[in-house]
């Protein structure tokens, strides 16, 4: 499957962003969906994750109450509603899909190109 992450630009902080990850290849009901950011010098860190039916999330503490991971079948798509942005959010956020339920990056398969968040204070 391939992902193409899109979204990412400049906010101030308390700003909202909406990232998209479109897939194409194969549906992506078939894999478990996850959201990884990097900032710079930094590892690469778990964000959100959704299952395959879209029933169970789960969210990095950085993220809970500000981020909202959901997909649309339909569409083949992945979304990323993130509110209440704060500097500390600044990263190369990834989209990314595998078998697993999981928080680690190895485990997934399937990785989008990178889309750039920048918040500003």
């Known amino acids: 499957v391939q992902l193409q992450a899109s979204g990412g630009g400049l906010v101030q902080a308390g700003g909202s962003l909406r990232l998209s990850c479109a897939a194409s290849g194969r549906t992506l009901s078939n894999y478990v969906m996850a959201w990884f950011r990097q900032a710079p010098g930094k590892e690469r860190e778990f964000v959100a994750l959704?299952?395959?039916?879209?029933?169970?999330?789960h969210y990095a503490d950085s993220a809970k109450g500000r981020f909202t991971i959901s997909r649309d079948n339909t569409r083949n798509t992945v979304y990323l509603q993130m509110n209440s942005l704060k500097p500390d959010d600044t990263a190369l956020y990834y989209c990314a899909a595998g078998p697993d339920y999981a928080l680690s990056w190895p485990r997934y398969n399937y990785w989008g190109q990178g889309t750039l968040v920048t918040v500003s204070s």
């Open positions: 959704m299952g395959r039916s879209g029933l169970n999330t």
